[in-house]
């Protein structure tokens, strides 16, 4: 919280705004969800969010909740590039709203995310042990997992390509070139829960099978 109040007195200093993404919320897990920023500053944040997560993706419906002197300039500015919303998709989601069907999926997925979520862990810390270090996983839809003795090299995801098994580290979405390869994010949300287990022990076995790497404990 205090940090969350230097921000809003530096953007006013700054005679700045914030953004607010604030896609996944609903889904914190181990703790009631944080308090916007928007809530404590609404005249200096802009606050973002999508039910592509909340939802499904092809809905293709996001929101933003605007200070009130920018409204106007950002309505003349939505018409100009995207016009054509659907408006028939805005309508069925209004209703859905209204008449708290959101409400009651978003209870229910977060349970059933919870499940995957508490079984993703288990799976690793059982298959792994002492060697990994997981954190994100309090909230939103994937975790980091830290691997004290792999490193996720081209060559490594390659030969794991070839077992199809796909992985996505984290220094593929970083740009700086020496960042450590040691970590992958892990998204859980499409997992289905009687495989993960599964899924784990595959990568653990293919891992140990990759003798080239001198970076492969």
Known sequence: AKRRIELIKYAHKQNSYIIEDDYDSEFRYDSSPLTPLYSLAPDIV????????????????????????????FSKQKTYTDYFNNTIDQLALAKFIDNTFLDQHIMKMKKCYRKRRDQLILSLKETFGKTISISGESTGL?????????????????????????????????????????????GYSHLDIEKISVYIYNLHRVVGEYKDSPKIG
């Not at 039910?51 to 933003?64: C, D, E, M, Q, T």
């Not at 098994?165 to 593929?172: A, E, G, M, S, T």
């Open 142 to 186: 994937h975790l980091i997992v830290k691997f004290s003795h792999i490193n996720f090299s081209n060559e490594l995801m390659t030969y794991l390509a070839t077992k199809n098994i796909i992985v996505h580290p984290v220094w593929k979405y970083c740009n700086q070139s020496n960042y450590p390869k040691n970590s992958l994010v892990m």
């Open 46 to 73: 802009i606050y973002v969010g999508t039910f592509s997560k909340i939802l499904f993706p092809a809905i293709r419906i996001g929101y933003v909740i605007l200070p009130w002197q920018l409204l106007d300039e």
